[in-house]
């Protein structure tokens, strides 16, 4: 079975690997395919530790985890994705999250911000355009 996040490789293989080490991706578009599996697989750890401190939703964690298994996950679909390479501090990732919700399909369309502070990507939140 291909990773949740719609790469050809195992879970296994893919994100499961930044699941276990923390977060700590190559680039930005990594993390943010990373953090779908997490939402993926409820894994509210993984959401705080990959959130950056300044923007980070501890308060909302358990609501964010009962959100994400109430649904049932279909597809990420990466749109765009702007520097987030190893050389870049910053990043943006442009993705459609597809989701069933009580019947009807749904989705998250979002351009996110991620910032590489001491060699590690954060998720900031919803880019600025």
């Not at 276990?20 to 930005?28: F, H, M, Q, R, V």
């Amino acid at each position: 079975m291909t990773c949740y996040c719609g790469n050809t490789k195992t879970y296994k293989q893919c994100c499961e690997v930044f699941h276990l080490n923390n977060g700590k991706t190559e680039t930005a578009e990594q993390l943010m395919r990373s953090r779908y599996s997490a939402f993926v697989l409820a894994k509210g750890d993984y959401l705080m530790q990959t959130h950056h401190a300044t923007t980070r939703p501890v308060s909302e964690k358990k609501a964010i985890v009962k959100w994400a298994k109430s649904v049932e996950w279909i597809k990420l679909e990466v749109l765009e994705t702007t520097k987030g390479l190893s050389k870049n501090d910053k990043g943006t990732v442009t993705f459609n999250a597809y989701f069933y919700d009580k019947d009807n399909m749904d989705v998250i369309h979002e351009k996110s911000a991620f910032i590489k502070e001491n060699n590690k990507w954060y998720y900031l939140g919803y880019a600025k355009n």
